[in-house]
């Protein structure tokens, strides 16, 4: 999806003549509510492509990149849009985020598009994303929930599940994984036993726990976030003794969970977006030296939306969302020379130059359909009390 190198050397003689200024991103994820112990690691992966960027001194004639957080709460959408209403009159030039897909959605709808503005998702997940209308505004460096449905029916069945109860949070992001992960388990033989929501921010989930252990099924299948309700379904069935396995989708996937949980979750197991590779190693060790776990889910996403933002601007010659838009998908996809983590100076030269870059990042970075991953899974299992990594997929 490539522009020709006339049109890219173009944008690069703009960017030449550029005046330096203070890029300002915002970063909008959960730092209160349900997945709140990701959203920390979520945000420093983010503001390390910004520091690298800003210390380079490449971008648009020596621009520096501020980074503008604020919180969605993860489920509040009237919290996220206000917040992020307060972003756009602050000034952003782009916004990393939404976290959650419903409060996405919200400020996709209610302030993105009525204001022009790009925002770039590492972790909105729901399929209904994709065909949501968004004015060519919205990306995700996440694969959709529709992928993981997949992944996981797979992984269950290699593992000799052949029926499993299925529950999750009651939101825009639970009830599009589960309808991915029934039809595509019920497509391989399986048996969905009962889909049944559950609320977050409950404090007894027996009720609950009561009806999926009526239904029976070989796995407990939890479609819901860490930090909250899908805590309180896994620890509800633990003390009843109902299950003792169970299937934990992305956004179960995080140290806290079996911190909170103790020994009983091992065994447990399932995925979130990843990908085995040199570039990802890198990451890895550069979040290390700046002190954060770059390997916690959601986190090389996130590097990879910020360095996106920035690589567009420098190919459009412009922090303008109107100009630089557009050219989110040609930097992060063939051809061109490609781009690692730690070289996104490489990349703002190369595009000042008016040469073609194909922004791989620390997460795989390829862009297809609606601006969206092409998505690739690491396979997880509590062993130990540790979430481990035990296959690509």
Known sequence: MKKLLTATAATALLAGTAMAEDVKLGIMFGFTGPIESLSPAMAAGAELAMKEVSESGKLLDGSTVTPVRADTGCADNALATANAERLVAEGINGLVGGDCSGVTGAILQNVAVPNG???ISPSATSPGLSVMEDNDLFFRTSPSDAREGEIMADILKERGVNSIALTYTNNDYGKGLSEAIKSSFEALGGEVTIVAAHEDGKA??????????????DILVVAGYLDQGGLGIIQSSLDSGAFDTFGLPGGMIGDSLPENVGPDLNGSYGQAPGSKSEAADSFFAMAEGEGFDGSSIFVPES??????????MQAAGSSNPADYGSKIMDVANEPGEKIYPGELAKGLELLAAGQDIDYVGASGVELIGPGESAGAYREIEVIDGEMKTVNYR
């Not at 007894?204 to 099924?217: P, R, T």
């Not at 590097?303 to 567009?312: K, Q, T």
């Open 204 to 217: 007894d989930y027996s009720a609950e726990v009561g009806a999926l252990a009526s239904a029976g099924g």
């Open 303 to 312: 590097y990879d939306a910020a360095a996106l933002f920035l690589l567009a």
């Open 117 to 119: 503005m790009v925002m």
